[in-house]
């Protein structure tokens, strides 16, 4: 029996794609001048799980994970997020 390293299992596990970051690659364009409303975001994502059977983040949980990869969230009369634009 082979044993993996912890490196090649770590690895195995980096290449797995999360469901929020697969529609950020198929649904969405990153550059630092895009930017979007939340309200559209969230609805563009919502449907992408539906058609995909994935199991939606919460609102928060949702904000939270785009903060962590870097994308600024906008406040004001029209929330948003800048860094990234969806795709039509």
């Known amino acids: ?3 993996q ?3 090649e299992r770590q690895r195995s596990r980096a290449t797995v794609l999360s469901p929020l970051d697969t529609f950020l690659a198929h649904a969405c364009q990153c550059a ?3 930017g979007t409303t939340h309200r559209e975001l969230r609805a563009a994502y919502l449907a992408w799980c539906r058609e995909s059977y994935a199991r939606p ?3 928060s949980a949702f904000c939270s994970e785009l903060t962590a990869r870097g ?3 906008r406040s004001g009369s029209i929330s948003g997020w800048d860094g990234l634009r969806l795709l039509d």
């Open 32 to 34: 630092q001048h895009f």
């Open 71 to 73: 994308f600024r969230e």
């Open 1 to 3: 029996m082979i044993r």
């Open 5 to 7: 390293t912890a490196i």
């Open 57 to 59: 983040l919460t609102d």
